[in-house]
Structure formats: structure tokens, C-alpha cells
């Protein structure tokens, strides 16, 4: 029965995410070819088999925006009352006999439009002027700065009337000063006409006929036949339905979706089977599959918004709460999808695989408060390096600036949403290592308490604490996890520190007032054994995580209290009642709670040593590691014999450090020490 709850609990989210894959898969016609510009194109000679128009590129498309945007045709306003006022005056004035000549010229001056010298339209060949309520187009050389305006007025009432000196006469009768500007520039008409202009320049240019030949087998692709290829393909997928059956393309999407998940199985497996037994393999299910169906969502409606998606947050979330081990290769699977569902899936894979490695790298020091952003930056430049590398090798295209805009969005994005990790934690009930290291603060309220109250009790947690970080760091173990259950697995002393020998101690009691003398064997026993309990109870009212507790519950397992076992034997005692000298349990499960349990023991059990010699440390290590073997204490533990051996190993090493020699003092230099 317990075989098939746990098989129900491993297989049903995967029935589960492999359901959710196959629905969201697209169903779209696929394009059967794979083809790079500058390649040469391997497969049969491509005729169009339809009409279709050959997309512009979104260099082509930028390049014309910005050549519309750049180059303005100007708009003139023609103010008809200035022209009016100034014929107007020339027709009241005496010239000479020249009146007639001088309304006449300037009247054809004043009507091709004047404008003040530095307003003459300079790079634009045409100009319109809007004159009645219309804009008339009329070549820009026609119209007249001031000064030429005015020459054009003396030569051509002097070409009019040869007997006279039209200059003199132009000046003293003030003529010259009736040639006005009379065209105004329409700054805000000529942007609004450029930008419509803009909005109007065409995707495409030009088409391809049904019956025309695209490309021939062996034939270079080039710039161009790509554009070709492309506007094919494009037209292809969006218009051609698909010709392989329905149920064709479900099967399909259903043994692709089969096949990632056995992937993400395959690499806890491997990586670490112990995580199947706990809320772990629902998390990393949880974010492969927030990876997964982002991915197929937005390539179904475009994929070049997947240069937006955080994608490299989901290999923060795994790191924040796994093992180096197993946090890759679960990154690794969550972004396959994007070979499968993504246009040019594959650069984007490397792309945020490269950025998804260096986050994760980088966070142990980057990974708190502002520092964050500097993560970010730094995973921005990872992803930018990747794309300029893949650019340059011909493997990506589009607009540099843009791309490398999404690029950082997607990077702080993953900055912005990383505290949801502490939601997570709540929901999965893990512990992150963030909230590991604040708890590994000796600092805590709780744990000063410890030190306050049990002050040799404190002292024996330091010393496991240090005893077991050696211990872990030989094997696959987690360090961090290991120090937060070595200072926590004992703060069940508090309730009553007498009842322990590291206290008493401390505290100079004398024989008569140590706090066993006088009771009964199996009452010492059950009092000594009641921390666990009492353990249990304090770790959950300061809302202590639960892999926490699991420490304080498995660090003594299912043993015996042997000094008062054997005490209450010697005093005639019934084995039977054993059950009342034996700890709760239940026994350790994992790496770290094995460790733990072997420092706990060997630890408070080296005080007893009186030879501090190599032979010494390991026959005492090994009796103590012999001993909770025979109470079958690793019988359901995560540990081999070769990491079972590496600990013992390390745990002698740490011994032979602390308890290391000391050179003695002369005889003299012991005087003066007296003396002094």
C-alpha cells in the first residue's frame, strides 16, 4: 500500500504536466525545411507552390522609417496679407512712369513666395505651400529668400524700363522694404505629414508568383533568397493547413511532451533520488513546468517576445532551495522546450542557458540586498556577449539595440520577481538558503535564550556545528542546512538544563546537588529523553521550519539511553522496560541527519577521551559509528559505504585538530607565570 501511494504521488503530477504540455502545444502547419543564409540548400529545388508577398525585413522596415522620419518635405503657410499690403502701397506710389513695371514685377515676386534667408528649405526638393485651404507641391527652388527677392525685383523692373536707374529709384521711394517674407514655416504640418508617411511604408516588396523558382538544390542561399524563404515560411504556417491528420499531430505533441518529462525525471534520478520523497520534486515540477508552459504560450503567439520572458529566474528558483547537483540539468530540461516550440529556439537556448549558469554562480555573492542588481547586470552581460557571439557567427539577426533592450528587461524582470521565492517556500513548506543563513545567526532570539539558559548546552551545539560543516564538506552534503540542525537539535535543554551534565558542570554543582543524584535510572532516562519532545514543541511555536524539527526529532534516532540502560540493569531492572530508555525516534533518513547524529554522539562522547593520539581518535570514531549501526540507526539512511567512510574520516581529522598538542613551558617560564 505505501509503495502505491508513493508511486500515485510521483506519477499523477506527471500525467498531470505531460496533460497541460499536449493541450498547449500549436497544431499549425510546420515548415519542413532548415536552411541559413550563406548556406548552401541541401534539398530539392523549391518552386512556389502559391502566390505570396516577400516580407520586408525588420532592418528594411527600420531602415525606411527612418529615412521618412529623417527627411521631411516642408510645409509653408502663404500669408495672402502680406502680399496684399504691399501691392497695396507700391500702387499708391510715384515712380516715374515706372508704376505700372513695379506693381507688375513685384505682384509675380510676392506670388512664387517669399521666405527670410535662413528658412530656404535646404534638403528637400519639393515644398508645399498651402495657399486657400490647399497644399500645392512646387519645386523648392521656385520660392525666394529675402535678399533674392529683392535683387530679382531691381533686375526685373530694370529689364522693364531701360531709361531710368532702378536702384536709386527702388531706394529712395523705400520699395525694396514692400518685399516681405510671405510664406510662414508649418513646423507641426511637416511633422504629422512625416510621421503619417512613416506609418505607411509597406512590409512588403514585391511578390512571388505561384510556378516561380525560389531556389535550386546546391545553391548559395543568399540575403536575398533568405528573405524569400523566409516570407514563404511565414505564409506557410499562418495560412496552409496542416496535411498530417489530426490525431497525427496530437500523438506527436503527446510523445514530445512524454519525453521531457522523462528527461526531468531522469535528471532527479540521477541527481538526487532522495528528492522524490519530499516537497522538492513538487517544486521542481512546479517551476519546469512555470518554464515550460511560458515558453509554449508565447511562441504560439509570437516568439520574439520570448527575448522578454526571465527564463532565467526559474534556475534561481531551483538554486534557492537545491544542490549544485541537480539545479543545471532540471534548468537544462525547463528550457528545452524552446528547441521544440520556438522559432529560432535554438540561440535563444544558449542564450539563456549561458545567462542561467552565471546567475547561479554568481548569487552566493550577489545575492542580497542591492547586490541584486548587480546580478542582474551581470546576467545581462552574459546574455549580451552570447547574443553578440551567435550574431556575429550568422545564427541571429534583427534589430542590436532593441534585442539587447529585451535582454535587459528580461534580466531585472527576474530581480523583480525573485522574492517570490519566499511564497514558495510557504507553499512547499522548504527552506531557502536565505532563510538558512538567518537562521545559522547565532544571534537569534532563540538561540540566545539557548545561551542564557543552557550555556554548556550552547557550547556542545558551536562544537557540533563546527564538527559537522567538516563532516558535510567531505561528501555531497549541504553545509549550510547542517550548521542550522547542529545549533537548533538540542534547544529542548532549555526546559530544563540541570537535567545535563554539559550544565551542571559549568555551573559547579556539587555531587549532592546534581540534579540525577538520588533518582531512579528509568526517571533520569525518561527526563533526559523528554528534550526531543520538548525540542519539537519550541521549534514549532517559533515556527521553526519542518526540516528543522526533522534534526531535532532524528539527531538521538531510535537509540538508547546507555548510561542509565546500563545502570538500571545493573540494579536488577526488567529488559522488558527498555521501551522507556529508548529515544522516539524515528531514525535518520538523509545525509545531513546522519551526520548530525554521529557529531551529536562522538562529540559530547570525546570528553571522556584521555589519549589524544590518531590510533586513538579513530578506534573511538569507529566504535561510536559501529555502535549506532548495530541499532540499526542507518537502515533507512540516504548514505553509502564510501560517504559514510569519507564522514568518519573527517570527523577523526577534526578531532586530531582539536585536540591538538601544545608546546609545554620551561620550568622558568611556569615560575614567572606563577609569579606574575
Known sequence: MKQTVRSSRVLLPLLLIIAVLTALAPR??????????????????????????????????????????????????????????????????????????????????????????????????????????????????????????????????????????????????????????????????????????????????????????????????????????????????????????????????????????????????YGNPAIFEDTRYYYILFVFTLAAVAIVLVSRFNSYWLYLAPLTLAALYLQAFMRGRVIIPVYIVSLLPLLVYAEHGAP???IFLVGGIVSVNAFPVMGKGWKQFLLALINFAAMALTYFALRLAGAMSGLLFPDLLRFFIASMAAVALYPLIYLFEKIFNLVSNSRLAELADTSAKLLRELEQKAPGTFQHSLQVMNMADAAARSIEANPLLLRVGALYHDIGKMNNPMCFIENESLLNKTEDQKYHTGLPAQQSAEDIIRHVGDGVELARRHHLPEVVVDFIKTHHGSTVTGYFWGKYLSQK??????????????????????????????????????????????????????????????????????????????????????????????????????LK
Not at 162 to 182: A, E, G, I, M, W
Not at 586 to 612: F, G, H, N, V, W
Open 28 to 269: 499549425s502547419a510546420r515548415f519542413d525545411y532548415e536552411y541559413k543564409k550563406g548556406g548552401v540548400w541541401e534539398y530539392e529545388t523549391l518552386f512556389a507552390p502559391f502566390d505570396f508577398p516577400i516580407l520586408k525585413t525588420t532592418e528594411q522596415i527600420q531602415a525606411e522609417m527612418n529615412r521618412a522620419s529623417d527627411v521631411h518635405v516642408p510645409y509653408y503657410n502663404y500669408l495672402g496679407e502680406v502680399t496684399a499690403s504691399s501691392l497695396k502701397k507700391a500702387s499708391v506710389m510715384y515712380l516715374d512712369g515706372a508704376e505700372d513695371a513695379v506693381v507688375s514685377c513685384l505682384a509675380e515676386i510676392m506670388d512664387r513666395g517669399v521666405v527670410p534667408d535662413d528658412d530656404l528649405p535646404k534638403e528637400s526638393e519639393v515644398i508645399y505651400i498651402q495657399r486657400d485651404k490647399r497644399a500645392v507641391k512646387v519645386p523648392a527652388d521656385r520660392v525666394l529668400g529675402l535678399s533674392a527677392a529683392r535683387a530679382k525685383l531691381q533686375a526685373d523692373v530694370q529689364a522693364l524700363v531701360d531709361s531710368l536707374s532702378v536702384d536709386s529709384l527702388l531706394k529712395t521711394n523705400s520699395v525694396y522694404d514692400l518685399v516681405l517674407p510671405n510664406l510662414a514655416f508649418d513646423a507641426q504640418t511637416t511633422e504629422l505629414v512625416g510621421a503619417d508617411a512613416a506609418s505607411r511604408i509597406s512590409p512588403t516588396r514585391g511578390n512571388v508568383s505561384a510556378g516561380q523558382l525560389i531556389v535550386s538544390k546546391g545553391e548559395i542561399v543568399t540575403a536575398d533568397i533568405a528573405q524569400i524563404l523566409d516570407s514563404y515560411k511565414k505564409e506557410y504556417e499562418a495560412n496552409v493547413g496542416s496535411t498530417r491528420p489530426m490525431y497525427a499531430e496530437i500523438l506527436g505533441n503527446l510523445l514530445v511532451a512524454m519525453l521531457l518529462v522523462f528527461l526531468l525525471v531522469a535528471v532527479i534520478y
Open 348 to 350: 535563444l537556448f544558449i
Open 573 to 674: 531492572g526488567d529488559p522488558a522496560n527498555i521501551k522507556y530508555f529508548t529515544y522516539p525516534g524515528p531514525a535518520p533518513t538523509t545525509k545531513e541527519q546522519i551526520i548530525l547524529m554521529l557529531c551529536d554522539s562522538i562529540e559530547a562522547a570525546s570528553r571522556t577521551l584521555t589519549e589524544y593520539t590518531p590510533q586513538a581518535f579513530s578506534a573511538f570514531v569507529e566504535k561510536i559509528v559501529q555502535g549506532k549501526m548495530d541499532q540499526g540507526q542507518f537502515n533507512n539512511a540516504d548514505i553509502s559505504i564510501k560517504e559514510l567512510t569519507d564522514v568518519k574520516e573527517a570527523i577523526k581529522a577534526y578531532l586530531a585538530q582539536m585536540h591538538h598538542g601544545r608546546v609545554e613551558y620551561p620550568a622558568t617560564r611556569k615560575k614567572f607565570l606563577k
